[in-house]
């Protein structure tokens, strides 16, 4: 067009020379170079046409919307707070989990299209381009434990897909493309034998293959179930407390149970104290006492007779005798009390008592300190009611000078 436009203003000089110049009025000179100025015009906008055929025709590529069609592609730049609790990022562990129920969309910065990534579980991966629905499928595996993914196809060496998230500092939502080096764990990019940066992507957005979900599904089937989850602790909660509760009134009411178990029975042993303690100042009582302490003093004194140690001497045993005779005399005289039925309720209490213990001490023949103190307080005790009974209480002393 250039060409053309140098060519049509060189006419016009060439024609204007060659007139003559008394031919040449003004008029006819504004004429032709209007002339020429229509041509020029005409040039430049038949040229404009043309350019904008040529770009028209060398942009344009061909679309096709089917690969795209009844899929809800969720982005993260129209997501919130809970895109961590429905998203990709809630099942990275385990990631079979992940790659089971979401495919990933990725899109270089400098591209207005984005690829979307479904892994299968028969081990292939198809990443599709969403504005052209052109395919290619790669075989994948992964390390537990690692957002590292190998993708592999025939007659090609093996290529590393890093997936990160929010939680990246570094790389947030990126996908990152290595090929693979001598050093699996490198990434100097100095090193050749280290692992090499192919490519770096953005992540920006995911799709749910289970169910093929909204943001906004997604969303309130994740309130739902927080509710839900919500409910069930409420309850147990309540149930665990109404157990604490029962428990709590249950050893309550062990220890009322308890406590009452036992002021009856305190209750109990101090009116048989009571009653054993006015039994025992009775006459009766006296003269049931006397003979428990006879009896146990006459066991001791045949535990020991014919020992040169001996817990009751001969002299201490005659004045025992004496007393009890004195003691049983005083009361039956004055209480009429039957003296026999006494005696034989006191041999039974002998029996269960004190018999088998005497028999001990006589078979072992051995000095036992601690009999002679038991004795000494049983013969205290029979003198103490033979001076209150028969003697009336402990006299005065006696002047005898």
């Not at 096709?64 to 707070?81: A, H, L, S, Y």
């Not at 034998?193 to 920006?204: G, R, S």
């Amino acid at each position: 067009m250039k060409i053309l436009k140098i060519f049509a203003l060189f006419s016009l000089f060439t024609n204007l020379l060659l007139f003559d110049a008394n031919a040449v009025t003004h008029e006819k000179f504004k004429k032709q170079l209007k002339n020429t100025k229509d041509k020029i015009n005409k040039l430049n906008k038949n040229s404009s046409k043309s350019k904008d055929v040529n770009v028209k025709n060398k942009t344009t590529s061909k679309t096709d919307t089917t690969c795209r069609q009844g899929k809800n592609f969720i982005f993260f730049g129209k997501t919130d707070k809970y895109v961590s609790a429905v998203g990709p990022e809630k099942f990275q562990v385990p990631q079979k989990i992940m790659f089971s129920h979401f495919s990933f969309l990725s899109q270089r910065p400098d591209k207005n299209y984005f690829v979307e990534y479904v892994f299968k579980p028969n081990g292939t991966v198809t990443a599709t381009n969403m504005t052209t629905c052109k395919s290619m499928t790669y075989n994948w595996v992964f390390k537990e434990r690692s957002s590292r993914i190998y993708l592999s196809r025939a007659n090609r060496k093996d290529i590393q897909m890093t997936i990160y998230f929010s939680q990246s500092s570094r790389y947030k939502y990126k996908i990152l493309f290595h090929s693979i080096g001598q050093y699996s764990n490198c990434y100097n990019y100095m090193n050749p034998q280290c692992n090499q940066l192919i490519a770096e992507t953005l992540l920006v957005g995911f799709r749910d293959l289970k169910e093929n979900k909204s943001y906004a599904q997604l969303k309130d089937a994740y309130f739902v179930k927080v509710a839900e989850l919500k409910k069930k602790k409420e309850q147990e909660r309540l149930a665990a407390q109404k157990k604490r509760e029962a428990e709590i009134k249950a050893r309550e009411d062990a220890e009322r149970v308890r406590r009452e178990k036992y002021e009856e029975q305190e209750r109990k042993r101090q009116e048989a104290a009571k009653k054993r303690a006015a039994y025992l100042s009775s006459p009766e009582g006296i003269l049931e006492s006397s003979y428990q302490n006879y009896m146990v003093i006459k066991g001791f004194y045949e535990a020991r007779k014919g020992y040169v140690l001996q817990y009751v001497n001969r002299s201490q045993f005659s004045t025992a005798r004496s007393q009890i005779k004195a003691i049983e005399k005083k009361l039956v005289r004055k209480h009429r009390l039957d003296s026999d039925k006494i005696w034989n309720k006191t041999s039974q209490w002998y029996k269960q008592k004190w018999f088998s213990t005497i028999e001990l001490y006589k078979s072992s023949g051995t000095y036992n300190q601690r009999a002679t103190g038991i004795v000494k307080l049983l013969i205290m005790s029979l003198n103490s009611t033979y001076n209150k009974v028969v003697k009336g209480g402990p006299s005065g002393m006696k002047k005898d000078f």
